[in-house]
């Protein structure tokens, strides 16, 4: 028995010695392996914004009508309501108009009364242009007759132009849609005083909107024809991307701002309303430096953001040179940028790509 436990003493204490040495060999081939720190890109908050304007914006129909009338009349009808959609030449809404039927009638009457003179002139006329070729008739009476019978012909032409512009008054009495559209605003109803001038609809063509942006006269230099304009809209948040395809050159009504038109292509266009309200960073050309856009917003690139569950965070460079994952709060975002509320200062470098998988802890160096 005796020397069965010494046997088993001295086998363990081998194994221990053996495990031991194996440790030990690991570790030293731990520390002799040598780790190739992985090569990244560094970039700085509001890097791709410095050459942009960031400003805001209204969407708004390329196209609008206010519908109004000539003459003074109560509303008889009104046929559409707001957001109803409209075809070209549909009746919208009709007035009053029957002192304006009363004028046409005493036109159509004298335009009878004229036509009958004219007859009896073009007889008289007949007669002694014949009698003057016989020579029984002077010059004298020929010309009597010619000067009574333009006369009437002038008449009837007075009488029916009277008619003409009755008819465009009565023209007025019933409202029309220029366009097809849809119907935004609806100032009056039926039985209400409509006076000349006074807009009672208002129409916008439909599917066809712009983005109208106010750009400050000290910037309006660096804003281009043809630019490729980033916009978010955060009521419905999507971001889409416009053409500047107008610009403003005189700012006398709209206190030193200059209006410039974004065109929104048609294929972005589906849950766009007009008057939603748009970010829109404008490019800039030109040797500027810093533009100041009026914004301490910290903006990052979007794939710069690394998503775990329902935590977002990104990768900044530790002291120690190694990856860093900073996790932070993400705002609104604007085009292919995203705002930081936290966890990442203005001044304060982020990795923006990398030649490799990043994880915290490991080494990186600069890319030159």
């Known amino acids: 028995m005796n020397k069965n436990v010494k046997t088993t003493t001295v086998m363990l204490a081998l194994t221990g010695i053996l495990l031991t ?61 707001v957001g109803d959609h409209v075809s070209q030449g549909q009746l919208l809404a009709t007035i009053s108009n029957q002192d304006i039927l009363a004028k046409r009638a005493q036109a159509d009457a004298m335009i009878a009364e004229a036509e009958a003179a004219l007859r009896n002139a073009q007889k008289d006329y007949d007669r002694f242009t014949a009698l003057y070729q016989q020579q029984s008739a002077s010059a004298k009476e020929l010309d009597n007759v010619t000067l009574q019978y333009n006369a009437a012909k002038s008449r009837v032409d007075a009488a029916k132009q009277m008619r003409n512009e009755v008819n465009a008054m009565l023209a007025y009495t019933n409202l029309t849609a220029p366009f097809s559209g849809v119907v935004t605003q609806k100032m009056a109803d039926a039985g209400s005083m409509a006076n000349p001038g006074m807009p009672l609809l208002t129409i916008e063509k439909s599917g066809s909107f712009q983005v109208s942006i106010a750009v400050p006269e000290s910037q309006i230099n660096y804003v281009k024809m043809g630019n490729v304009v980033p916009l978010y809209i955060q009521a419905i948040n999507k971001s889409i991307k416009g053409t500047i395809t107008q610009i403003s050159e005189s700012a006398q009504y709209t206190g030193g701002q200059y209006m410039v038109k974004v065109a929104i292509p048609e294929n972005e266009k589906a ?39 329902e935590l977002t965070g990104l990768y ?15 705002g609104k975002q604007m085009g292919n940028e995203v705002e930081v509320l936290s966890g990442l200062s203005k001044d304060e470098p982020f990795i923006l790509s990398a030649n490799g998988k990043l994880a915290d802890g490991v080494p990186v160096k600069e890319m030159k």
């Open 21 to 81: 040495a194996c440790s030990s060999n690991e570790k030293k081939a731990e520390t002799t392996t040598v780790v190739t720190p992985i090569e990244v890109k560094l970039s700085m908050p509001n890097a791709a914004t410095q050459n942009a304007l960031s400003l805001g914006g209204q969407i708004e129909a390329v196209q609008s009508a206010n519908i109004s009338t000539r003459v003074m009349g109560y509303i008889t009808s009104m046929r559409v309501k």
């Open 316 to 330: 900044t460079v530790s002291a120690n040179h190694t990856a860093l994952l900073r996790w932070v709060r993400l």
């Open 271 to 309: 849950g766009l309303y007009a008057g939603m309200y748009v970010t829109a960073q404008l490019p800039i050309k030109g040797n500027v430096a810093v533009v100041n856009t009026g914004s301490d917003a910290v903006m990052v690139p979007v794939s710069a953001i690394v998503t775990k569950d």
